[in-house]
C-alpha cells in the first residue's frame, strides 16, 4: 500500500526531506513549492544530497509543482518545512483541497512556534486533519543549490512527534506508524504537544549568538565583522553566555507551565543536555556550553547569516535572515509572552527579544496572532 506524502517547503529542509523519501519503499513524495526554478530542474533532475562522510545519493520526488491542489489531493502526511513565518500561507493554500474521506496527517518540521494552536485555527474547516509537530529536525541541511543538491549535516539518534491535544489514541497511533515508515531512526510520542513549544532551540539559540556577536555588549557592535562566519564553530563566549542565560529562564518557564497545567515536562531538558543526547558522539568536547557549540561535528561549516557591508569592508548579519523574522518573530516571542501571562521573570530572554526586534526594523507578523487569547486557560 503507497503512502502518499506531500512536501510543503522548497527550502533546506524540504529539499533533505523530498530526497530522503523518495527513496523509501512503498513512499509516493510530492513536493510544493515556490520556486519555479526548482521545477523546471527537477522535472527531469535529481537531487543530490551530500553526506557527512563525503558521500552521496541522488533521488527526485515523484511530484514537484507549483499547485497546491495536486501536491496535497492524495496525501496521507503533510509535511510542512516551510519557516513559521511562511506557513500561515501554507496553511491558508492547502487547507481547501486537503482529502476529506480519510485521516491526513498534517504536520510541521520542526514543530516549534506553537504550530499546533496554528494549524488548529487554519483547519478548523478540516476535522479529519490530525495536527502533529517534531521536536526537532532529523538532520541538519545547509548549502542548498535549489532543485540540484542539498548537504545534510548530522543525524538526530532519535525523533519525538508531539500532537494536538484534540487527537485520539487511534489517530495518534496511526500517525506514528507513518512516521516509522519515512525515518529510520526509532520515532517517539510525547505526552503533550507543549513539550515541543517550550523545547530549547533556535529562538533562543540564534538570538543569543546574534547579541553576543553584533549586541551592545559585543565585539563587533557597530563594526563590521571583518570574515564570514559559521554559526557554531566560530560562536563568542559572550553567546553562548548568553545562550545559558536564556536557556535557564525557558526552563524556569516550562516548570511554571508545569504547575499550571498539572503536565509532566521532564523531556524537557537543559539545552547543553539536549544537544549531548541528539548528537551523542559527534560532539568531541561536551564540557561546557562553548564547546558543545565548537566541537559537534553535525554543526561543522553552517554559515552565519551575513551580507557585504553596503560601501564598505566586512559583513554585517542580515536582517532578511529566518533567524530573525522565523525565530525572533515567531519562536521568541511566544517564550516571552508565555513567560508574560505567567509570571515568570525573564529579564534575558526579554531584553535579547527586544534587541533582536530592534535591529530586524519591528515585526512584519508574529506567532501572537494565533496565540489564544486565553492562555493558560482552559480549553486550548
Same mark, same amino acid.
Given at each position: 500500500?503507497?503512502?502518499?506524502?506531500?512536501?510543503?517547503?522548497?527550502?533546506?529542509?524540504?529539499?533533505?526531506?523530498?530526497?530522503?523519501?523518495?527513496?523509501?519503499?512503498?513512499?509516493?513524495?510530492?513536493?510544493?513549492?515556490?520556486?519555479?526554478?526548482?521545477?523546471?530542474?527537477?522535472?527531469?533532475?535529481?537531487?543530490?544530497?551530500?553526506?557527512p562522510?563525503g558521500?552521496?545519493?541522488?533521488?527526485?520526488?515523484d511530484l514537484?509543482?507549483?499547485?497546491a491542489?495536486?501536491?496535497?489531493?492524495?496525501a496521507?502526511?503533510v509535511?510542512?518545512?516551510?519557516?513559521?513565518?511562511?506557513?500561515?500561507?501554507?496553511?491558508?493554500?492547502?487547507?481547501?483541497?486537503?482529502?476529506?474521506?480519510?485521516?491526513?496527517?498534517?504536520?510541521?518540521i520542526?514543530?516549534?512556534?506553537?504550530?499546533?494552536?496554528?494549524?488548529?485555527?487554519?483547519?478548523?474547516?478540516?476535522?479529519?486533519?490530525v495536527?502533529?509537530?517534531?521536536?526537532?529536525?532529523?538532520?541538519?541541511?545547509?548549502?542548498?543549490?535549489?532543485?540540484?543538491s542539498?548537504r545534510?549535516?548530522?543525524?538526530?539518534?532519535?525523533?519525538?512527534?508531539?500532537?494536538?491535544?484534540?487527537?485520539?489514541?487511534?489517530?495518534?497511533q496511526?500517525?506514528?506508524?507513518?512516521?516509522?515508515?519515512?525515518?529510520?531512526?526509532?520515532?517517539t510520542?510525547?505526552?503533550?504537544?507543549?513539550?515541543?513549544?517550550?523545547?530549547p532551540?533556535?529562538?533562543?539559540?540564534?538570538?543569543?549568538?546574534?547579541y553576543?556577536?553584533?549586541g551592545p555588549?559585543?565585539?563587533?557592535?557597530?563594526?563590521?565583522?571583518?570574515?564570514?562566519?559559521?554559526?557554531?564553530?566560530?560562536?563568542?563566549?559572550?553567546g553562548?553566555?548568553?545562550?545559558?542565560?536564556?536557556?535557564?529562564?525557558?526552563?524556569?518557564?516550562?516548570?511554571?507551565?508545569?504547575?499550571?497545567? $498539572? &503536565?509532566? /515536562?521532564?523531556?524537557?531538558?537543559?539545552? #547543553?543536555? =539536549?544537544?549531548?543526547?541528539? !548528537?551523542? +558522539?559527534? @560532539?568531541?568536547?561536551?564540557?561546557?556550553?562553548?564547546s558543545?557549540?565548537?566541537?559537534?561535528?553535525?554543526?561543522?561549516?553552517?554559515?552565519?547569516?551575513?551580507?557585504?557591508?553596503?560601501?564598505?569592508?566586512?559583513?554585517?548579519?542580515?536582517?532578511?535572515?529566518?533567524?530573525?523574522?522565523?525565530?525572533?518573530?515567531? $519562536? &521568541?516571542? /511566544?517564550?516571552?509572552?508565555?513567560?508574560? #501571562?505567567? =509570571?515568570?521573570?525573564?529579564? !534575558?530572554? +526579554?531584553? @535579547?527579544?527586544?534587541?533582536?526586534?530592534?535591529?530586524?526594523?519591528?515585526?512584519?507578523?508574529?506567532?501572537?496572532?494565533?496565540?489564544?487569547?486565553?492562555?493558560?486557560?482552559e480549553?486550548?
Amino acid at each position: 500500500m503507497t503512502l502518499h506524502v506531500a512536501i510543503c517547503g522548497g527550502g533546506r529542509t524540504g529539499h533533505l526531506d523530498a530526497a530522503l523519501f523518495a527513496r523509501r519503499p512503498g513512499v509516493h513524495v510530492s513536493l510544493l513549492t515556490r520556486n519555479e526554478e526548482v521545477v523546471a530542474r527537477l522535472r527531469g533532475g535529481e537531487i543530490t544530497v551530500r553526506l557527512p562522510d563525503g558521500g552521496t545519493f541522488s533521488a527526485r520526488p515523484d511530484l514537484v509543482t507549483m499547485d497546491a491542489a495536486a501536491a496535497v489531493a492524495r496525501a496521507d502526511v503533510v509535511v510542512v518545512t516551510a519557516p513559521a513565518h511562511a506557513r500561515p500561507a501554507v496553511l491558508g493554500a492547502i487547507a481547501a483541497h486537503l482529502p476529506r474521506d480519510k485521516p491526513v496527517h498534517v504536520g510541521a518540521i520542526p514543530g516549534f512556534c506553537g504550530f499546533d494552536w496554528l494549524a488548529a485555527e487554519a483547519l478548523r474547516e478540516r476535522p479529519n486533519a490530525v495536527i502533529w509537530g517534531l521536536k526537532d529536525v532529523p538532520h541538519t541541511a545547509f548549502a542548498l543549490d535549489p532543485g540540484r543538491s542539498i548537504r545534510m549535516g548530522g543525524a538526530k539518534q532519535e525523533l519525538s512527534v508531539g500532537t494536538h491535544r484534540r487527537e485520539s489514541h487511534e489517530r495518534r497511533q496511526e500517525l506514528l506508524s507513518h512516521l516509522r515508515v519515512l525515518f529510520e531512526v526509532p520515532v517517539t510520542l510525547l505526552d503533550d504537544y507543549l513539550e515541543i513549544t517550550l523545547t530549547p532551540g533556535n529562538p533562543i539559540m540564534h538570538s543569543s549568538v546574534i547579541y553576543g556577536l553584533i549586541g551592545p555588549y559585543a565585539q563587533w557592535h557597530g563594526r563590521p565583522i571583518p570574515q564570514p562566519l559559521c554559526w557554531w564553530r566560530d560562536c563568542p563566549e559572550l553567546g553562548a553566555y548568553f545562550l545559558e542565560r536564556t536557556d535557564e529562564e525557558s526552563l524556569r518557564l516550562c516548570r511554571a507551565v508545569e504547575r499550571s497545567f $498539572g &503536565l509532566d /515536562l521532564s523531556s524537557v531538558k537543559p539545552l #547543553r543536555q =539536549e544537544i549531548v543526547e541528539a !548528537y551523542g +558522539e559527534q @560532539i568531541a568536547d561536551a564540557g561546557t556550553m562553548l564547546s558543545i557549540l565548537r566541537t559537534n561535528r553535525a554543526y561543522d561549516d553552517i554559515p552565519a547569516p551575513l551580507v557585504p557591508v553596503a560601501g564598505g569592508a566586512g559583513y554585517a548579519i542580515d536582517r532578511e535572515s529566518r533567524a530573525f523574522h522565523e525565530d525572533v518573530a515567531y $519562536g &521568541l516571542a /511566544l517564550l516571552v509572552e508565555m513567560a508574560r #501571562r505567567l =509570571e515568570v521573570r525573564a529579564p !534575558y530572554l +526579554e531584553e @535579547i527579544f527586544a534587541w533582536n526586534v530592534s535591529y530586524m526594523g519591528g515585526l512584519r507578523g508574529s506567532s501572537l496572532a494565533y496565540f489564544p487569547p486565553d492562555w493558560p486557560g482552559e480549553p486550548q
